[in-house]
Structures are given as C-alpha cells and as structure tokens.
C-alpha cells in the first residue's frame, strides 16, 4: 500500500488529502468526530468508501487532535 499525504493541517478542522493507491483520499477531523473517504470524487462527491467514528471526550477533542 502507497499512501501519498498532499495536504496536512489546520485546526478545528484538521484535513488532510492525497492518494492511497492511486485512489484519492480525505481525512477530516472536527468537532468530537472525524472522518476518513476514499476513492470516487472526495472530498466534493460521493466517496467509494467511508468511515467515521468519535475521538476523544470533549466537545472539540477532534479538532485539536494531533497531525502525528
């Protein structure tokens, strides 16, 4: 697996795009969620795959979420 970071940063939301694969990737961490889609036409359209889940125990944990 080739996973080819592009974009990393922010804060409240954290995001992050590039490839896995040569699929297009994009990560977005805000709120007390985040969230990770990949392949299709992310992060504007339909994503072929989609995950999301809960981080932390605060209201903006995932926003302030560390970039390592």
Same mark, same amino acid.
């Given at each position: 697996? +080739? /996973?080819? /970071?592009? +974009?990393? =940063? *922010?804060?409240?939301? /954290?995001? #992050?795009? *590039?490839? /896995?694969?040569?699929?297009?990737? @994009?990560?977005? #961490?805000? *709120?007390?969620? $985040? %969230?990770?889609?990949? &392949? &299709?036409?992310?992060?504007? =359209? +339909?994503?072929? $795959? %989609? @995950?999301?889940?809960? @981080? =932390?125990? *605060?209201?903006?944990? #995932? &926003?302030?979420? %560390?970039?390592?």
């Amino acid at each position: 697996m +080739t /996973i080819d /970071i592009q +974009t990393l =940063g *922010g804060s409240c939301p /954290i995001q #992050a795009e *590039g490839f /896995i694969d040569d699929q297009p990737f @994009y990560f977005r #961490a805000r *709120g007390s969620q $985040w %969230s990770m889609e990949i &392949g &299709g036409d992310v992060p504007l =359209g +339909t994503p072929q $795959w %989609s @995950y999301e889940e809960p @981080y =932390g125990t *605060g209201l903006f944990d #995932a &926003g302030r979420m %560390s970039t390592d």
